[in-house]
């Protein structure tokens, strides 16, 4: 499986940018694909996911400013980033999972960076 993101950039505050991650390959019909994201000093942490299904998990941090959405049809998975916060910046990274019987695959994409910056 292959990732291919889009859409970083900077922002000021109180701005927004739409990430894409486009999936191609070995796709199974049942996934999930989310965005992770890791600032300077920091660890990897999970932004938002969602399920081949449509169920969305968020972290506490951005519930209220982020969307994230999937087209099928098309592999790709969106994050919509709303009212961006300095602490916002990082590198994000696309993952998409699947399971063959108890044991995840998880792949990556090679990152966009975010800078939210005044």
């Known amino acids: 499986v292959q990732l291919v993101e889009s859409g970083g950039g900077s922002v000021q505050p109180g701005g927004s940018l739409t990430l894409s991650c486009a999936a191609s390959?070995?796709?199974?019909?049942?996934?999930?694909m989310g965005w992770y994201r890791q600032g300077p000093g920091k660890q990897r942490e999970l932004v938002a996911h969602i399920t081949s299904g449509g169920s969305t998990n968020y972290a506490d941090s951005v519930k209220e400013r982020f969307t994230i959405s999937r087209d099928k049809a098309k592999n790709t998975v969106y994050l919509q980033m709303n009212s961006l916060k300095p602490e916002d910046t990082a590198v994000y990274y696309c993952n998409y999972q699947h399971l063959v019987g108890p044991i995840a695959y998880d792949y990556w994409g090679q990152g966009t960076q975010v800078t939210v910056s005044s």
């Open positions: 390959g070995s796709i199974f019909s049942i996934n999930a």
